[in-house]
Nanobody, 127 residues
Framework: QVQLVESGGGSVQAGGSLNLSCAVS????????LGWFRQAPEKGREGVAM???????VYADSVKGRFTISQDNAKRTLSLQMNSLKPEDTAIYYC?????????????????????WGQGTQVTVSS
């Protein structure tokens, strides 16, 4: 049984930082592209960052230079370090396992390539 369990969400002021973690179990970690998505109130779910562990990670333009995705294959953990947070980063953040080793293009359709979702963790950034 595949499980993705996120942690690390919370409330911060603009300019602050948070680190999200996702513990993955039930699958061979290195065989999949992994990623983070988010969904703000009344908006669609969007890709934030993805990594296949070998090539360079990819980021949404809105978070480039502020967010860093990383994975620890030994600990089977995916992380998202978020710095210089803005109110528009407020959303529920989801850890995701893509259905292939190759990461899809990080566009509006990226969520259609997700095979497994975590339960989500709330991030709230106040101005």
């Amino acid at each position: 049984q595949v499980q993705l369990v996120e942690s690390g969400g919370g409330s911060v002021q603009a300019g602050g930082s948070l680190n999200l973690s996702c513990a993955v179990s039930g699958l061979t970690f290195r065989f999949y592209c992994l990623g983070w998505f988010r969904q703000a109130p009344e908006k669609g779910r969007e890709g934030v960052a993805m990594s296949d562990g070998d090539g360079g990670p990819v980021y949404a333009d809105s978070v480039k230079g502020r967010f860093t995705i990383s994975q620890d294959n030994a600990k089977r953990t995916l992380s998202l370090q978020m710095n210089s947070l803005k109110p528009e980063d407020t959303a529920i953040y989801y850890c995701a396992v893509i259905r292939s080793r190759r990461c899809p293009v990080l566009d509006i359709a990226a969520k259609d390539y997700v095979r497994y979702w975590g339960q989500g963790t709330q991030v709230t950034v106040s101005s």
